[in-house]
């Protein structure tokens, strides 16, 4: 008895999971057929729009970088040490200030030997100058002195005037390879690094700087503007834009510089805009968002990004001339979210499939019945 319930029991969930596991298999493929209807009734490969021109204002969304109006690495020219730092990180400097003494004893040594070799040879210049003074005063006098004694005094002195002029440039060039030893700033600024300290020795072989300085009193936005913008952007135009650490804040920029030639890598031009950095605001690499307006003087015809199809073939649109395909070549401008800017031998009125791939034919039939839009 028992063992014919136990039977009942599991029939009853074979049935019911069989029925459930059907059920389950109807509405996926009654959900699939929905979706493929769906998309059989969105998807028009020869949905078509009417091109007319227009002059929006476009925004050009870039993002730079701010850099020191300038910026200067400060090396050692002759090997040397550190003898004295006079300045740190953030200290502000005036032009022509000492930051670091260095010390070479060779060196001062040298200078020390070359400046007695000019006031040696300098004593005998002088005294050999002398004696020609008084032989040419002594020759006025008509067969005072020989004309040879004259020729010799002449040659000597000559002699003596070339060996203190070398003299005088070889102290003139360790004396100035002395100089070296005192590190000045090339303009006014601010600290920003230093990598040494007192005692250190220090070569013009050395990859890190000394110290760096800056002047960050005005900075640069630098830009690369896209090939197809750079007509629409010129000097004295003004750059709004905002940084990263203050989103909320928006400064203005005024072009100043553009470089007159495009990047071969990249296909963009560089320009600067400067900013007056009052109050070090801003500091100096500090990545810049701007949004650039970009405003035609004419109307030009703008398409859907859709519609330009780029390929080895060329870049081109297709147009439909009695209902058949004709592609149609066109250069790429300005860029907006959805449409972009394009010049070709288009013309007002003229339809173009909406989206345009290379897998469509030149001189492909069109169906009679298609969906027009103004683009």
């Known amino acids: 008895m028992k063992l014919l319930v136990y039977t009942a029991i599991a029939s009853i969930f074979v049935f019911t999971a069989c029925n459930s596991e059907k059920a389950e298999v109807k509405e996926e493929k009654k959900t699939e057929s929905k979706g493929m209807g769906g998309m059989g009734m969105m998807m028009n490969p020869f949905e078509t729009v009417v091109v007319a021109k227009s002059n929006p204002l476009v925004k050009l969304q870039l993002a730079g970088e701010l850099m020191p ?27 022509g200030q000492v930051l670091m003494v260095l010390e070479a004893p060779e060196i001062q040594s040298q200078v020390a030997s070359a400046k007695a070799k000019y006031e040696a040879q300098n004593a005998i210049y002088l005294s050999t100058k ?16 020989a004309k040879d004694a004259i020729d010799q005094i002449t040659a000597r002195k000559l002699s003596d005037e070339a060996q203190l002029n070398a003299a005088k440039s070889a102290y003139e060039e360790i004396r100035d390879i002395d100089n070296y030893l005192v590190i000045r700033s090339p303009f006014a600024g601010s600290i920003t690094d ?26 640069r ?9 750079t007509p629409y952007i010129k000097q004295g135009d003004t750059i709004r834009f905002h940084v990263r650490s203050q989103p909320q804040t928006t400064h203005v920029a005024l072009v100043t510089r553009k470089s007159g030639s495009l990047d071969a890598k990249f296909r963009a031009e560089k320009i600067e805009a400067d900013f007056a950095n009052g109050g070090n605001v801003l500091k100096p690499f500090m990545v810049a968002e701007t949004v650039i307006p970009l405003q035609n003087t004419v109307a030009t015809f703008f398409v859907p990004k859709m519609a330009v199809v780029e390929s080895g073939m060329g870049v081109y649109v297709i147009r439909v001339e009695n209902g058949k395909t004709k592609n ?46 103004k683009s």
């Open 69 to 95: 109006d300038q910026y200067t690495e400060l090396f050692a020219k002759v090997n040397s040490y550190v003898k004295s730092i006079r300045v740190d990180i953030g200290d502000k400097v005036s032009q």
């Open 130 to 145: 002398s004696t020609y003074d008084r032989m040419l005063n002594a020759d006025k006098t008509e067969g005072a002195i």
């Open 194 to 219: 230093r990598n040494v300290d007192l005692g250190a020795y220090v070569g013009p072989m050395g990859k890190t700087p000394l110290l760096v300085v800056q002047d960050n009193r005005k900075l």
């Open 221 to 229: 936005l630098n830009l690369s503007i896209p090939e197809a913008s």
């Open 328 to 373: 149609v070549p066109v250069s790429k401008g300005r860029m907006m979210p959805d449409k972009v800017e394009v010049f070709g031998e288009l013309n007002e009125g003229d339809v173009i499939l909406k989206m345009g791939t290379e897998e469509i034919l030149e001189g492909t039939e069109i169906p009679a019945k298609t969906e027009m839009k």
